[in-house]
């Protein structure tokens, strides 16, 4: 996965706010549990940690949550609104948490939700910019994306593949391994892809009937045109771009575009579909590939080297690509025909990953991953909005707008 390139991204430190220390009882010395800065909801299924413990130190719960062990990692499970007590002890430390269990976010309002790799999905409420809570999933999410009232979520570094049903709420989980990153249709399927399946690359259908189909070495990005029934996948380790059909899950062409080629992004025709290569530790070789899909995929223009490009959004009505750079912390804005700059980049906060463009809101949403931030612009005047950034849970990774 993108975020953990031991070459370009160390693993985020753990977040330790708000651990409630002990004082020294007779022969326990202080030891202090993580979770994230935010209250849990219910249904969140959160992986224990704590730090002045030994490895076999047992964990109890008071309260409505429950924990379970499972292959040695130890997971607590919120069952009902309230507060719950975690503590775990190994006969010399001991510490306690409290955690605050909310009931669903509310049923109707318009949702940021925001996969942060170290803790979970945080949810914000759209309007106000106001946090709500995080889900945990038992996961790393690295990517998710709605149909209807549900939110798929993957596990990056798992197989706590996790769709979220929103009235009534219900958290469901599905065990695929290594999700990456996910795209759906207003009809309801769901899609992943898998960095590593038996060896290679592939993708997932998770819907009716469930299927797996090898794609190339290491599969990332992902696009779907719900219109024409046709699937796009990313293999980065390959350099190769697979269109499969979306309803058979068979494949149909591939397209080699080069080295590294990480995000998708597909116009709303579905006639151009816009690539990322990012040039890992060869600075000079990034850029963005503009395909045409018809009458099979070709492509058409490419832009300048770029410093190590990551994400892309398109914002079609009017006319602009927006593209993350991890390395600089910056947008590139370039026009999708020419791949040219139309505009000077946008700066941004640390490590910006995946952005998301809402047409509705007119608004770019970019999670940065080192900044534990979500900076927010507005895309017809490109200003940042009034209280961005805002503060999210652990290396944000990407972003959805649920309603």
């Known amino acids: 996965m993108k975020a953990l390139r031991a070459f370009a991204l160390p693993l985020a430190a753990v977040a330790l706010i708000g651990t409630m220390w002990l ?13 994230a800065p935010f209250p849990y909801f219910i249904g969140s299924r959160i992986a224990l940690q704590a730090v002045g413990v030994a490895p076999n130190a047992r964990w109890s719960a008071v309260g409505p949550a429950r924990i379970a062990e499972v292959s040695g990692a130890h997971y607590l499970t919120l069952l009902q609104p309230g507060r719950a007590q975690v503590i775990v002890s190994d006969g010399r430390a001991i510490a306690a948490r409290t955690v605050r269990i909310l009931s669903a976010p ?23 910019l106001t946090a709500l809570g995080i889900l945990a999933t038992g996961g790393s999410p690295s990517a998710l994306a709605t149909t209807g009232d549900r939110l798929a979520v993957t596990d990056n570094d798992g197989d706590a593949f996790t769709i979220v049903e929103r009235s009534p709420w219900r958290v469901v989980r599905r065990p695929i391994a290594a999700s990456d990153e996910v795209a759906a249709t207003p009809d309801g399927n769901i899609y992943a892809t898998l960095r590593q399946w038996r060896g290679l690359g592939a993708v997932a259908r998770l819907t009716s009937p469930p299927t797996i189909v090898t794609t190339g070495m290491t599969a990332e990005g992902i696009a779907v045109d719900a219109r024409r029934g046709l699937l796009y996948v990313a293999n980065v380790n390959d350099g190769s771009i697979l269109e499969l059909d979306a309803r058979t899950m068979k494949p149909i062409d591939r397209l080699q575009i080069g080295s590294r080629v990480f995000s998708l992004a597909l116009d709303a025709d579905g006639t151009h579909l816009y690539a990322v290569r990012n040039g890992g530790m060869k600075n000079d070789d990034g850029d963005v590939v503009e395909i045409a899909t018809q009458p099979r995929p070709h492509i058409v223009a490419r ?3 770029l ?6 959004a398109l914002d079609q009505r009017a006319n602009r690509l927006f593209v993350t750079d991890e390395a600089a912390d910056v947008v590139y804005i370039l026009d999708p025909t020419t791949l040219r700059a139309s505009h000077a980049p946008l700066h941004t906060c640390r490590t910006p990953w995946e952005p998301t463009f809402d047409l509705r809101s007119d608004r770019l949403y970019v999670p940065c991953a080192r900044d534990d931030r979500l900076d927010i ?15 999210t849970a652990g290396y944000p990774l990407a972003v959805a707008i649920w309603r």
Do not use: M
């Open 23 to 35: 004082p020294r009882v007779g022969r326990f010395v202080a030891a202090k549990i993580s979770f």
């Open 106 to 128: 509310p049923p109707h309002a318009t949702l940021i939700a925001v996969a942060c790799y170290d803790d979970g999905v945080a949810f914000y409420d759209a309007r106000t």
């Open 303 to 305: 832009s300048g080297l």
């Open 307 to 312: 410093d190590l490009p990551l994400g892309i």
């Open 377 to 391: 612009f507005n895309a017809d005047t490109l200003a940042r909005v009034a209280g961005a950034p805002i503060r």
